[in-house]
């Protein structure tokens, strides 16, 4: 019997979600037709939902956990536990950012000159939300999908989320302002969250899940230097903390042992063989627990 009904976004972070899990430790086999993967955990049993309904699955308790967005635990009200963020998305490790955008062209420069015009978009109560703090009246009409072509024919604006802003850009639209910024969250229903053991299995399952997010644009490092070279290595030398060092066979080296980031691995590398540095080697890892 399982222990915990987990929610698997399905949609856009769906593929991502699955790789996640993977490198988190989990395996998930999904048929084509089938809204109920598998998995390699007895105590889970996954389903997979749409990211804008799992907020008020897990609410209701049909699903006891869930992986969504925020913006859609915000848009829905879900009265759920956020019990961590897992910074990832469609594309990239990243937020992303509901935006206010109107064409290239248009007259429109700021929030406040949609004044009894139309805005379209998937998030209506954030966008009603936004505009009322603002004090603008402007009628907010909901978008089945692209959004970004509404304009200027069936709206004066749209809300739309984005993580690199390239398909606004592609579609010759103007940013004036963020609307909410946002993060996939893992939420779980209350009811299950007040259950010691049912914590525990969604804890742990965060833990690993955030492991593997550190872990995607890290690498590992290990050299020999000679000790006096070793202040020269650890000057080109960035690390996400102290790197470790160990004594070798040899009294004169020691190994030097840390993680860095995978982006800046080419300009390291160079800079740490001028400073003698020897053997270096790295290493891809699949877990880094803070």
Same mark, same amino acid.
């Given at each position: 019997?399982?222990?915990?009904?987990?929610?698997?976004?399905?949609?856009?972070?769906?593929?991502?979600?699955?790789?996640?899990?993977?490198?988190?430790?989990?395996?998930?086999?999904?048929?084509?037709?089938?809204?109920?993967?598998?998995?390699?955990?007895?105590e889970?049993?996954?389903?997979?939902?749409?990211?804008q309904?799992?907020?008020?699955?897990?609410?209701?308790?049909?699903?006891?956990?869930?992986?969504?967005?925020?913006?859609?635990?915000?848009?829905?009200?879900?009265?759920?536990?956020?019990?961590?963020?897992?910074?990832?998305?469609?594309?990239?490790?990243?937020?992303?950012?509901?935006?206010?955008?109107?064409?290239?062209?248009?007259?429109?420069?700021?929030?406040?000159?949609?004044?009894?015009?139309?805005?379209?978009?998937?998030?209506?109560?954030?966008?009603?939300n936004?505009?009322?703090?603002?004090?603008?009246?402007?009628?907010?009409?909901?978008?089945?999908?692209?959004? #970004?072509?509404? $304009?200027p024919? %069936?709206?004066? /604006? +749209?809300?739309?989320? =984005?993580?690199? @802003?390239?398909? &606004?850009?592609?579609?010759?639209?103007?940013?004036?302002?963020?609307?909410?910024?946002?993060?996939?969250?893992?939420?779980?229903?209350?009811?299950?969250?007040?259950?010691?053991?049912?914590?525990?299995?969604? #804890?742990?399952? $965060?833990?690993? %899940?955030?492991? /593997? +997010?550190?872990?995607? =644009?890290?690498? @590992?490092?290990? &050299?020999?230097?000679r000790?006096?070279?070793?202040?020269?290595?650890?000057?080109?030398?960035?690390?996400?903390?102290?790197?470790?060092?160990?004594?070798?066979?040899?009294?004169?080296?020691?190994?030097?042992?840390?993680?860095?980031?995978?982006?800046?691995?080419?300009q +390291?590398?160079?800079?740490?063989k001028?400073?003698?540095?020897?053997?270096?080697?790295?290493?891809?890892?699949?877990?880094?627990?803070?």
């Amino acid at each position: 019997m399982s222990l915990l009904k987990l929610g698997i976004p399905k949609g856009s972070l769906q593929e991502a979600t699955i790789d996640l899990m993977s490198r988190a430790g989990w395996k998930i086999a999904l048929s084509s037709r089938s809204y109920v993967p598998t998995i390699d955990d007895p105590e889970l049993c996954c389903l997979l939902v749409r990211a804008q309904e799992m907020a008020r699955y897990v609410a209701s308790g049909a699903l006891e956990a869930g992986i969504t967005g925020h913006d859609w635990v915000v848009e829905t009200r879900a009265d759920v536990l956020e019990l961590a963020e897992l910074v990832y998305a469609k594309q990239r490790l990243a937020r992303v950012k509901w935006v206010l955008a109107v064409p290239e062209d248009s007259p429109i420069q700021e929030p406040k000159d949609l004044e009894g015009k139309v805005i379209a978009t998937e998030v209506v109560g954030i966008t009603e939300n936004y505009m009322a703090s603002r004090g603008v009246k402007a009628r907010v009409e909901f978008s089945w999908g692209a959004t #970004e072509v509404k $304009v200027p024919e %069936l709206a004066d /604006a +749209i809300v739309e989320v =984005t993580e690199t @802003g390239s398909s &606004l850009r592609a579609n010759r639209l103007r940013i004036l302002d963020t609307v909410l910024e946002s993060a996939t969250v893992f939420i779980m229903n209350r009811k299950a969250a007040a259950d010691p053991v049912k914590r525990e299995k969604a #804890e742990n399952l $965060v833990l690993m %899940l955030q492991g /593997a +997010i550190a872990a995607a =644009t890290r690498v @590992g490092l290990m &050299l020999n230097v000679r000790r006096e070279n070793l202040d020269a290595v650890l000057a080109a030398l960035p690390a996400l903390k102290n790197p470790t060092i160990s004594s070798l066979s040899d009294s004169d080296w020691v190994a030097v042992n840390t993680i860095i980031e995978e982006s800046v691995v080419r300009q +390291i590398l160079p800079r740490l063989k001028a400073a003698k540095a020897q053997g270096i080697v790295e290493y891809p890892l699949n877990k880094i627990v803070l």
